[in-house]
């Protein structure tokens, strides 16, 4: 299944909502094991925490090697890019490691407070 983004979110990736909305798509296709891409073609804007929704929270009931395998993502822009492989190298050890998803989470919690 290939979604084009910019039909679905419009030229700005920079929302919660967004990411959710593309999460609601494409999760139940990955967890049952079929192959999706994700196109990017038209995509202006990225925000990290679109990227978090959309893509990290997947690593949470799906083995990030099952993820690269079964995840395209095409015609991100470098920027869009580099933020995607940041969020995908976070939400790993987030995802994986009770200890250090406590950790994080109480960190972003005292921040919060302040």
Do not use: W
Request: hydrophobic share 35%; aromatic share 10%; glycine share 6%.
């Amino acid at each position: 299944m290939k979604y084009k983004v910019y039909e679905l979110i419009g030229e700005n990736c920079i929302s919660r909502n967004a990411g959710q909305q593309i999460y609601d798509r494409i999760h139940p296709q990955l967890q049952a094991g079929k192959s999706v891409e994700l196109d990017f073609a038209g995509v202006r804007r990225f925000l990290t925490v679109f990227f978090n929704i959309a893509i990290g929270q997947l690593l949470r009931d799906i083995k990030a090697e099952d993820l690269d395998q079964l995840l395209v993502v095409s015609n991100l822009s470098p920027l869009g890019q580099q933020t995607y492989d940041n969020v995908i190298e976070y939400a790993k050890p987030y995802y994986s490691d009770e200890q250090y998803r406590e950790t994080v989470d109480e960190m972003v919690l005292e921040q919060s407070a302040c």
